[in-house]
């Protein structure tokens, strides 16, 4: 049987670059990652394909999936449900492969609870003035909300204590580099190479 894949979880604050860094980590064809499309409650963006982007469902659908245990997390954001389907992860990570999942930070707080082995990137801004900036560029905001977003932020930023590695995303393509340079040496740990080691000592004698 095939050593399980790693469960890849990255997340941080609203407005830090999360879909942006994972999107360009997938547009790399030598990526060996799947990734876990989410299912949503919100209505499709402009270019955006159900079953490619996201599962876009009903607010009763989601309802249904949640009551029968069909997701591994979920939360609710502005007004939203995200959820992450569990047989995919479950199915992808049986056969060896390694799956990331971008959720924010309160989902990825319940995926920590349920697979503490997994690998907990937090995306971090260089700075909160440059983290008002970018929320504020994206212009669909009024002040008030973006107050509001500034102060979930800031207080998810707290919430960096329950990851295990925190990523700057000063520049897009650096941010990648390391999230895969992370990825490479989780592989090469210790405690997920030995066995296979021990194993191959144990069969093979003749050496
Ligand atoms: P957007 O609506 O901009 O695509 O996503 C809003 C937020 O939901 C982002 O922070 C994104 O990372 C997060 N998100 C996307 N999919 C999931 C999911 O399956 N679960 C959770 N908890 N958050 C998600």
């Not at 900036?133 to 500034?150: A, D, K, P, S, V």
């Not at 941010?175 to 296979?196: D, G, N, S």
């Amino acid at each position: 049987m095939s050593e399980r894949g790693l469960l890849i979880v990255l997340s941080g604050p609203s407005g830090v670059g999360k879909g942006t860094v994972r999107k360009e980590i997938f547009s790399d064809e030598n990526t060996n990652l799947q990734y876990s499309i989410s299912m949503t409650t919100r209505s499709p963006r402009e270019g955006e394909i159900d079953g490619v982007d996201y599962f876009f469902k009903s607010r009763s659908e989601f309802e249904k999936l949640i009551e029968e245990n069909k997701l591994l997390e979920w939360a609710e954001y502005v007004g939203n449900y995200y959820g992450t389907p569990i047989e995919y992860v479950e199915e992808t990570l049986q056969s060896g492969k390694d799956v990331m999942l971008e959720i924010e930070v309160q989902g990825a707080l319940k995926v920590r609870n349920a697979f503490p082995e997994g690998l907990f990137i937090f995306l971090a801004p260089p700075s909160l003035s440059e983290l008002k900036n970018r929320i504020q560029t994206r212009g669909t905001e009024t002040e008030e909300l973006i107050n509001n977003r500034m102060t979930v932020a800031k207080e998810e930023i707290e919430m960096m204590d329950a990851y295990d590695y925190v990523v700057e995303n000063d520049k897009v393509e650096l941010a990648c580099e390391r999230i895969k340079a992370i990825v490479v040496a989780e592989h090469c740990r210790r405690e997920r190479v030995a066995p296979r080691y021990k194993k191959m000592l144990e069969v093979d004698e003749r050496c």
